[in-house]
Structure formats: C-alpha cells, structure tokens
C-alpha cells in the first residue's frame, strides 16, 4: 500500500513533468518539432518494448509479460483501467504449466502455433491454434500452452480484464518451480493429508518434491513456468487436440481465425482483416473488436478516427510511423484545449500504442508491416476517414457548410477533397512512387508480404 | 494533474467548509432557518448559472458551456461521475461548426429551433428539431447545428457520457478559427500532403488560410466556432433536412418529441411530460428518462422521492424554491444521519439542481415556470408521491403500521393523510387561493402559459 | 470530508502494519506459524461480528448493522467496492419501521420468521418468509419487517447495492423517533401545510407528536425504529401477508427459498444448497449466487476456487476454521508474487469472510456449522474442486502434463490425486474418524443437524 502510494507520487512527478515537455504546441504547424522527440519517449500513448512491460516470468524457454497500467499514463486514457496487456514468447517444443488466473483474457496468437488445452472440472477441451486465430478465456479456468513447433517461435498477445481489482490480476500455478509455488502448498498439512487421504509425507514428495530439493539431485524442481516438452509427449498432446469431451461445448466457444475472413479494406498498399462483436459470440461479450493489418513499405494509413472504440495497437511485425492528433495533457486540466497536440512515435516489434475514441490518427509503414489492434468499446463502432475515397467523412458535409467552414471556396475545398481517388491505404510519397514505379523497386518487396 | 490535485485540495476545502457550515440541522424544526441560505450558495445540490459553468467558447452569435463536475461537488451524488450537461445558445440565423466528441449525448431542445445534421462516413441525417425534440448523437458522430429561425434564440442542453476517461471529453473542431485549431492541422505535411494526394501549400491555403490569415485580409479566419449564415445557405440546409441518405436508417435513430405524448400528470397547477427509457430505444440505450413539466405560479409540486433514478433539473423559464430532504454531507460520514437535512435553493432560469435517488423534494412555483429533467439510471424507476390523493405511497401503509409508526392514533394518521384531494400538482397557498378565486386574478396568468 | 480522508489514512497505515505482519511466508511449510494470528485478526478477509461492523441503530427489540467497506481492507477486493452488507436482528413481536434506502437490496432470512412488506404507489405486497426466504427489494421501496413469532428471534442478511454513490447509503424513515428524524419534518411548515391541505399544528401533532414531546407523557415517541407490537396487530398483519393488491405482479418478483430445491451437493459430512441468477429472475437482475452450506462437526469442505464470483460468506451456526490461498497483499504490489500466502480464519456466528475470485479455499467445520454465502458476479462460475472424486480440475489434466508439472512420475501423481473417493465433504480427519467410527461417537451428532 504504501509502495503503490509512492509509485502514485512518482506516477504524478512524471505526468507533471510530461505537462510541461508538451508545453509546445503547434501554433505554427512547426515541421521542426518533429525531428525532436522523434522516438516518442514523453508520449503518453506510446508504451515501447523496451521500458513498459513488467516481467512476470523468464527463463532459457521463454517470458510472459505484462504492460504498464494504460490509467496511470494519462488521463486522456483512464477509461482503460481495467484493462491490461500480456505478452507470452515460448521456444519450440516448450510448454507453459497449467495455471489460473482472476481475470478474463482474450488470447491471440501472433506468431507461431500452439495448443491451447482449457481444463475445467467436467473436463477439457483442447485447440490447435495458428497465427490469427483468438479465443477467450474465462477467468478462473485452468489452461496451459504448448508450443508444438520443431522450429519457429510463438507469440502471444492477451488482453485481460481483472475481476478482483480493476488493475491486478494473479497466476495461480498448480505447480512449485524455482519461480513459484504451487498454490496447493497454500493449504496446511492437516487439511492437504484429509483431502488427498494421504500421508503429507507422500503429498510432499509427489506433489511439491521436498526429498529431491534437498539432495539437489538432477531431477530437481522446474526451473520455472516454462518447461521442455519431448516430442512424444507433443504428439500425444496433439492427438486430443480439436477434439473435445466436454459437455454441451457449442461452435460459439471454440476459437475463431481473424485472417480467415475477407478483409475490410485491401489494396497494393495495405489489407485490414477486422473481427468485430456482431460476428463473433465471444468478441460481443468482452465488448471488443479484433484487427491485424498488412502494410507495405512506404504505405499511408490515411488519417481517421474511431468513433467511440478505444483502440490498443501492437506492432508485430516491421516498423512504423504513428501520428496521433489531440489535446495535450496539460490543457485537457483546462477542459478544452484551443490548441491541437501532434503524439508522435516511431514504433517497431513489440511496441504498443494506445489510440484514445475519436482522437484522429495516421499510420506510416516504414518497412513492411503486420499490427494488430484490440478495439475496446467496440459495439457499434465506425471508422471516420478524413482522406480518400470511400468511408470519408468530410465528403459527405454539404457545400454550404464546406463554404464557412474553411477560408477557400465551396468549390476549392470540395475540389481538394475528392482529388485522392484512393481509399484506406495510399502512397506516403506519390510524387516520389511515381519515379521508383519505373524501376519496380519497392513493388516487389509488396507482393512478397501481401502474398500477391 | 498537478493542476488536478490542487483543485482536488481546493475541493477537499470547499466541502470540509460546507460540512461545517451545514452543521445547523432541524431538531426543532426552525422557520427561521429558512431565511438565511436562501440562494442555496452553499449547497451541495444546487449549480446557479452564473457560477456553476465553464465556457468552453463564446462569441457574439452564442456560447458553448458545460457544467462542473457533479461528483466534485458532494460525494452524495459521486454516482454522477460520468455524466456532464453541456448548454449551447445561439442567435439566429447561425451555424455551429462541423465537430465531433468522444462523448455519447442526448441532445434537447429547450427553446427555439433547429436543424441538426449527423454526418456519417457513409452519408448524413439531417432534422428539423423544434423545442422538446430530443436525440442521441453517438460518440464520434461529426454532426454541425443550424438556428435557422429569423428571429427566436436556440437553446440546447445536453446530457455527455465520456468514453475514454470518466468526467472529461473533448471537442474535436474540422475547422481552424480563431477559437480553435482544426485537428487536420495537427497532421505533420508530409501525412497531409500523401493524404490529399497535394502540395501542402494548397493544402494550407484552402483549409487553414494561410496567405489570408497573413494578409489580415477582410475574409480571414472566422472568429469562432459558431458564425453567420445567410437566408440562401439556411434555405439550401433545410431543403435537404428530414430526408436521409443514409443506409439502414430506422425510425429508431430518428428525433423524438417530449411534448407530443400526453402528459401523465396534469391539472391546472402543472403538467409532467415524460419519455422513459421502455418507450423509447435510443432512451433504453443510456438508460435515461426525460422530463418537462410546466407549472402555474403559486403551484406546488407535491413532496416524492424517485425510486431509482438521479435527476438533473434544469430551469427553463420562470423561477422556483426547491427543498430537498436529505442527510447532511457531514452526518454521511458517519454513514447513518439521525436527523434530516433541508437543501433550499431558489432556482430561476439556467440554473441545475440535482435530486439524488430516494432523496424526498418537493417545488413550488413562484413564477409561471418551465423545467427540463434528465432521470440518469432510470429503467424501472417510480415516482413515490408522499402526499396527495394518487401515487401517494403512504396511502398505501396499513393502518395498524400507522397507528405504531406516529403518535397520533391510526385513524387520525389516515385521516391527515387522505385530506388532501388533489395529486401531483395543488396550490402552494390554498388558503390564500380560495381568497383570491374570487377576483380571479391569478387563474388568467395559468390559462396562457398552459394554453387552456 | 476530512473526517473521510482522515479514515483514509488510519486505512492506508493499517494497511501498511498488514503488509509487514504477513510478510513471513510458507518457503518452509512451517506449521509452526499456524499457531500464531489463529483468529485470523490481521487478515483482511475476515471480518469479525464484534469489530468489523458498524451499528446503524440498536435497543432492546433489536440491531440493525452494517458491515465496514470492503475495498478499504484489501486492494484484492476493491471491486467489492459497491457492496456492502448489513444485519438485522430483532425479538419476537416486533416491527422495523417503514422506510426506504438508496440502495438494491437482496435480504435472506438466516434465522426465524418474518413478514416483508413492499409498499408501492400503486399497491402493496406482503409476503411471509421462512428461514432461507430471499428476496429483492429494489432501491426506493419503502418496506416494514415484522417478527410474528412468539419465541423466536428473526436475523437478517442483506446485500446492499447503493445507488447514489457507490459505499454507502442512507435509510430514509417516515417516522420520527428517538433515533431518527422522519424525512417529511425536512420540508418546511409552507410545504407541508399545502402538501397535507391542513394546518401545521395538526400535522405536527399527527405526526411528530409535537404536543405530547413536550409534556413526556406517557405515550411519547418511540424509543427507535424498532417497536414492540401487539398480538392482534400481528394477527391483521398476517391476515394480509401473501396476497397482493398490485397490479402486474408476476411469480417474479416474489420471494424464492434457498432450501427447497435438492441441494447440488450432498454426503454424510454435508449439504450444498444454492440458487444461481440462471434459476433465478431476481439474482439474474442482480448478477449474485446464494448458498446455504450444512456441514458436519469434523467434516471439511475440499479446496477448491471459485472461477469469476467473489463469494462473501456469513457464519450462521456454529463454527469454522478456513483456509484461503493467495497472493500477499504486499506482493501484489509488485504484480506477481513467488511464495503463495495462507490467510487463517477461525470463524464463528456473525463473522463474515470474502473469498476472492480464483482464490482456493478449504472450510474445516469445527462444530456443527451453516453458513450462508452471496457469489457475486455469478453468472456462468464454475466451482473448481482441487481434491476429491467430482468436479476435480486436477482430474482432468493430461498424465503427460501432470507428468512435467510435478516432480513425481505422472503414474504417482494421477494414484495420488485419485486416491481421495470422496467428493465435495470429506473427513477433516480421516484416521481419528476410522477409530471414532467404532463406537459411532460423532456420527449421532451429525443426524441431528442434517435430519437423518
């Protein structure tokens, strides 16, 4: 309690400290500000790889980590509070133990595969899941995570919502390892030798290991939460994987594939796969949309906003550009701000970036890039495109109100308006495209991530 | 958030010092109390016009205001932490700019005209609304309000439900003026230039005016976010008014009237319109109820308490006194009052009050008077009428319950309780009123404001 | 206010002395530190009848209480933070006074016999309850509760959910007595005089009983809120009850008893009754479970967890050790604790216990016990058994896994977990029962409570 006080006090030193390196705003639309800050380091909004993750666990085999508390960045973003992010990264051939947790999580995979066994106690359903593919997790059920690949890495993203506080949540582990105990040494002899009718002895020694610990022999305690699995016990995991001996398990609980749909919105420069509440059981439940976009190198996200769906972005693959328009932290204090702040980030793998409801934002593609997104508050959302074709908000504003609403013309602005005949994803340098489309450059390495 | 706390102390201040200015309760009963304090400037409940907002923008065509945070005020009403009442006025003839929130409102007329356009990405609703015509606008929805009347003044009220913090949104204006930046400006020039598919200077000069705001030229930048429109342009907007572009529009979504319905109570003291959340689906949608009730002068509306549901009341013309029973902010501590306080407040135009839930109150008209109510939490409340012939729920307590709750026998109780003949509405003076029947003085006042 | 903040930081400082008094932890097993803290007083889960709760109101007929705010004990269970629970108790042939609160109620019969009225502006609905009658009285309802009984003592449990703001809540009564106001002499002579059509004196006469104050005649006002009441009054009272005058009154909104349905789990050692918000319109509305638990002197609950509902659990009879399983509430600090903390209770009548969501828990039944539990956040919990034969989580992991999660070889761990045959309620004791099952001591004792 007290140590939360004092991370309260530190948590205001640095939001206060924030306030007055934002002090600087763009009156003057100022191109030079942008070269500074250019890593995005004070931006609220902007939790990096690097620096804004707690390590629950780590050892040889993998980690499982959690993001900094949204809430305690921003007040422009405290309606996250009960929300937290949790990334898993697991070699191959490696299993993370069964545990519980009090929080619901949504689960996506990233990268990889893996098998994903729910236990509960009528018994247990168990998943082979590919990139893309999400499923929920209820709070309290007991699970663990094989990755059955010879080769390749996995990687997860979970969104949790915690369900004894707003903010915590805590891993309960059915086994001890060297980085945690079994919940089951919780309870006192007397009341584990009544309900394993056994001797505590003979508990200790199957359950908990106490002889082996204390000769230090090879067969000690796990090292930690993430073990190597042999490759025949994989097998005999995959063999019951898909199948299921629960009762009453209907199609509307088993895992679903966000790149198995049509996307949203595709061209040469970028595709959106979305998953939203009105089509999927689970999604409508947490109130939450699912996205995964492919960008090509040099690809414009055009600026739009979400219209209430606050919007958790995690780069997966390649880097990025971000720009995202709103008030600063200090004039929010003020209630309404005069003046708009620019957030910018340069983001890149493992960054995270939080898009506030209705704060417009751009997405630079620096390199080929993947990203995913959770979109909370997601019933009913809809995207507002402030560029190009289709989805264009301003496009369907009247002329008479156009006319007062900027200095030119009627006719001028609607002519400025309709002149990007692209829609969603364009060219973040046209004029620059124009030229390097005679030698095909870049094209090539476009058809090479989008699969064209 | 240093500014936050300080105001935080402020307020920790301001409600030690009315805890202490409240300590005055009514063992004996005392008229004489209710001379002093007869403004309500210390309570809790009460937000004068005057000095209870904060002016968002203001210029000479109108104002854009929005109440202090309820929940500031007294923690008996923290439940109203995300819930804001914004006012917007406006003269004739003009046009609110395009602009978008993240709030959900729900949006009334109290006086005057107007046409409200919701633009959507895939095309836009416009309506004429007259006075009691109410409508959601969704969070994000980019929507802009014409007064398009010659001569009548606009009066809106709006109830906000922020999305990404609790207490706090944000206007997000398309345009630049000399009020607030357009958030396209907050877009650095190489994503505005990829954007609109155009030289940035193009871009500057058609949507922020550049050169002109430079030359200081007639046409500059617009003073703010509410400006003239001429007959031409008016007659253009509501041309395309009441007709919708737009896909799957249902009646659902569309405006709704407050006044059209019967009255559910009504007689020649006063008359309740009301709209609650099972009669209408954009109402069920917040679950908000809402109220406007007309009252003759010298009319009194009798003491209830709302069962459920936190009201917001907001004078529309006229003036009132208003008494609310409940514990003092001090005694609440102790988490139990053993005496009642009185909350008086003499209400007259713009000024709030808020009526917590079960809290009994009762109005007395001393002007011909209009209010509006918002019912926040409002699904399945009643109205518990504590005196008067129907809906009266101490009619309803059986006479052996009586005869052991008061110390006059049963029979006496009910008699005292049935005495009076009339519901909801009587006069405030009924000895004085029969005097002055016979001149008929005040009854002609009645007749014009109730149109009998 | 102050006196808030003040109670504020005595909360933060006795958090703090926990944090430090439980920072010894089970690296050893060590029985040893079972013997210490064996009332369990520096656990914040236990909240103990004599030092936990808050007296509303008390004199001879009876108590009412409300228990102190959860979320102000632990960070582990600040989403309790909108319950709060109150008890009433009160002699034969009495009445609680008529009034109504600011708050949803679900109240459960523990112990003996009431009549519950609602009263309603349009009507009135008297029910009779029995012991393990529930009933939800919605926020704003006034209510009366009579004890009809001759001999035997009625007790109450409530769950209150407040509606103003999300601790606390005030009753409002209609009579004035020594112990409170009633909430019409808040509203002014003017008022009342034209609310009740009749001179002020009469209405204080009626009902403040201004005259006979003041001589301290015999028939002066009630000593509180709970008055004795004579065997005709019951008698008409009665006459009454179960029928109802109000219009549209459905099988739903009546009042349902736990224990006539078959209890979901049932051996020799106890019973398991409980009614779930899918049975249930009034605890579907609510989102609460509640059980009533039999158990036998020497019988012990098996561990187990609750997936999402954080149970609050009330002694009835009798008495309990209990075992939770957690993290410590200082390790929480740092997002993940290692070592799993055991919070001890010995719990008797009237002592309440929060069990977290996820939390493992072990009841050990000391004497003859019942218990009564609220889950909150019930829907679709699943009740994970870690030991025992039915509903075992453990049961259902793979031998591959088990095999990898515990030191022993998978054979081992699968024999030992099977080994206990029973399921739900076990012997605390199983050797000692072996011997006592000679001369079938203890087994007499059991028939009596569970009606053998």
Request: charged share 25%.
């Amino acid at each position: 309690m007290v140590r939360a006080r004092v991370q309260l006090l530190l948590g205001i030193l640095f939001l206060a400290s924030l306030s007055v390196s934002f002090g600087i705003v763009h009156r003057e639309h100022q191109e030079s500000q942008e070269e500074s800050d250019s890593r995005g380091q004070n931006n609220p909004f902007y939790f990096s790889s690097d620096r804004s993750f707690h390590t629950l666990f780590k050892n040889q085999y993998g980690h499982l980590r959690v993001i900094h508390r949204f809430d305690q960045r921003s007040k422009q973003i405290q309606n996250l509070e009960n929300y937290r992010v949790v990334e898993f990264k697991s070699k191959p051939n490696t299993l993370l133990l069964p545990h519980h947790a009090d929080a619901d999580f949504l689960l996506v995979v990233l990268n990889g595969r893996a098998i994903l066994t729910l236990v509960n106690p009528d018994g247990r359903d168990s998943y082979i899941l590919e990139q893309g593919h999400a499923q929920k997790i209820p709070a309290g059920t007991t699970f663990f995570l094989v990755n059955p690949n010879d080769n390749d890495n996995l990687r997860i993203i979970k969104l949790a919502i915690p369900v004894n506080n707003p903010h915590r949540f805590q891993n309960f582990f059915l086994s001890s390892t060297e980085a945690q105990q079994s919940y089951l040494r919780g309870f006192s002899k007397n009341i584990l030798e009544a309900s394993f009718d056994s001797d505590f002895k003979e508990i200790d020694r199957v359950l908990f290991g106490a002889e082996r610990q204390q000769q230090h022999g090879e067969e000690s305690q796990e090292e930690g939460v993430i073990v190597e699995l042999k490759r025949e016990q994989i097998r005999e995991l995959i063999k019951h994987a898909k199948s299921s001996s629960r009762k009453e398990l209907s199609s509307q609980d088993e895992p679903f594939n966000l790149r198995n749909s049509n996307p949203i919105y595709s061209n040469k420069f970028g595709r959106w796969y979305e998953i939203t509440p009105k089509k999927n059981p689970q999604l409508k439940d947490l109130d939450v949309f699912i996205s995964s976009v492919d960008m090509k190198e040099g690809g414009l996200l055009l600026p739009h906003y979400n219209s209430k769906a606050i919007v958790i972005l995690v780069i997966n693959e390649g880097e990025a550009k971000i720009e995202l328009v709103g008030p600063s932290d200090q004039q929010q204090q003020q209630e309404e701000s005069l003046e708009v702040q620019r957030y910018r980030a340069e983001l890149s793998e493992d960054d995270l970036f939080v898009i506030p409801a209705a704060y417009p934002v751009a997405i630079n593609a620096t390199s080929n890039l993947n990203f995913f997104a959770f979109g909370i508050n997601a019933e009913n959302n809809e995207r507002n495109f402030l560029a190009g074709e289709k989805d264009n908000v301003i496009n369907e504003i009247p002329t008479e109100v156009l006319e007062v609403s900027f200095p030119a013309s009627g006719n001028k602005v609607e002519k400025l308006i309709k002149k990007q005949s692209k829609s969603h994803f364009v060219d973040a340098q046209p004029e620059q495209q124009q030229r390097e489309e005679g030698h095909k450059g870049r094209k090539g390495s476009l058809s090479s991530i989008l699969g064209y």
